[in-house]
């Protein structure tokens, strides 16, 4: 069922409850000039806390559409390279990882960017444009003169000496 369909659904059927409870307010304020009641007051009580009840599932609906809506243009933004702009497959480039964390490549450029979590909990973007050089990471500067300013996070060596990113909250590379 589409969320569209679902929110027209929840405010039509919140119409339909005001409409019956204005029915029965009318039908309840004869009754009372005519002194017969009868069970119209437990009706029309009844069909107040349907309003109230259908305009919560309204504006609840509402409100799961319009972040399911904001939540599907975030992740598809996550799709495009940051590099060259090229849109990848979410089926093959795409890679989700654990703790909310991803992986993405470019089949145009090969840059591959991603989210990160650190031994310490920080979650950080790491981007390497092309194919990761092997440098010499001994001699300042290193990653200026090899990547510019197309870094996220610095790579640095882990401790079982393979490459990883430095995390820009702690310092621990990963």
Not at 160 to 167: A, L, M, T
Request: overall charge negative; glycine content about 6%.
């Amino acid at each position: 069922m589409k969320l569209d369909q679902v929110v027209d659904e929840a405010c039509e059927e919140h119409q339909r409850a005001i409409a019956d409870h204005e029915r029965l307010s009318d039908e309840l304020r004869e009754a009372v000039r005519k002194g017969k009641t009868g069970t119209l007051k437990q009706q029309k009580t009844t069909a107040y806390w349907r309003t109230v009840s259908t305009k919560q599932r309204m504006v609840a609906v509402e409100r799961l559409r319009d972040d399911l809506v904001q939540a599907f243009a975030k992740a598809k933004s996550l799709l495009v390279c940051p590099a060259c702009g090229t849109p990848a497959d979410p089926g093959s480039d795409f890679e989700p990882r654990a703790n909310g964390c991803f992986r993405c490549d470019c089949q145009e450029c090969r840059t591959r960017w991603a989210t990160r979590m650190c031994k310490n909990g920080h979650r950080y973007a790491v981007m390497l444009p092309g194919d990761f050089v092997e440098a010499d990471d001994t001699v300042s500067g290193w990653e200026d003169r090899i990547y510019g300013s197309d870094l996220l996070a610095l790579p640095g060596r882990t401790a079982n000496d393979s490459w990883g990113f430095v995390c820009p909250s702690c310092g621990e590379t990963s």
